[in-house]
């Protein structure tokens, strides 16, 4: 048997994937072929023997900041923003049991007929156990990010690094879809990200894995295998580490 050209660099990650990275092309909602392409991708890196735990936004569905746009009173906005992101963890789990590969959603909101409640306990006994964790209900609080509860679960769940999934290649000097000067950085340091307003992970997400001291990578979904290839130190990315 040839070895894998491809080896893990860190033990236990956090990878952290937005809502809309779930809707391929379409406007929202899941797309079906670019779940299974993501559901195909965490199962290769889980292969590789890393401990994976997700976290999945929900603004393929509804963010809690569109809704108080609309008069929606923010905290109630951000409760359906919450259950947005248990709809994805359940699509998300299902579609890697599919693949043979267990894996359990666990929900800060507690939603008990529906996945397990998150604890730290279960998530760790899930992820020694070799399952794929997904973590919805994002911190469980309203005026929090799925982005906050990333960082938050890579500390409470001595995670090696975060991996943010995004859809460009790594951090910007500005919007490189918008702004055709914008700067890509290889290696910036949390509080360079801060400082700047680099717009990748809000300050608070920033601020917790730098006070954790969890590195941050930064790569696009819309590359092949791209999970698989963060891991093992492939493919363009910016590193965000002190
Ligand atoms: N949300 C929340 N608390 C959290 C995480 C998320 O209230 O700890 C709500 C918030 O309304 C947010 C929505 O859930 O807009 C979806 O999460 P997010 O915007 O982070 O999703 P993404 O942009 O990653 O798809």
Redesign the pocket.
Known sequence: MSASPLSPKWKRVVV???????QGGQTHGLDSATLDRIADDLVAAADLGTEIAV?????????????ADKGIE??R?????????VM?ALAIEYAIEKRGRAARALS?VPMPSLCEPYSRQAALHHLAKRRIVILA?????????????AA?RGAELSCDAILKATQVDGVYSADPKKDPNAIRYERVTQDEAIAKNLAVMDTAAFALARENRIPIIVFSIAEPCAITAALSGQGRATLVAP
């Open positions: 952290k994937l937005s809502g809309e990275a779930l976290v999945v936004g929900g603004g393929n569905f509804f963010r809690g900041i569109q809704g923010r905290a906005a951000d409760s359906i923003g919450m259950l947005a992101t994805n800060a209900g994002g911190t469980g609080n309203p005026f929090f990010t799925t982005d906050t509860g938050l």
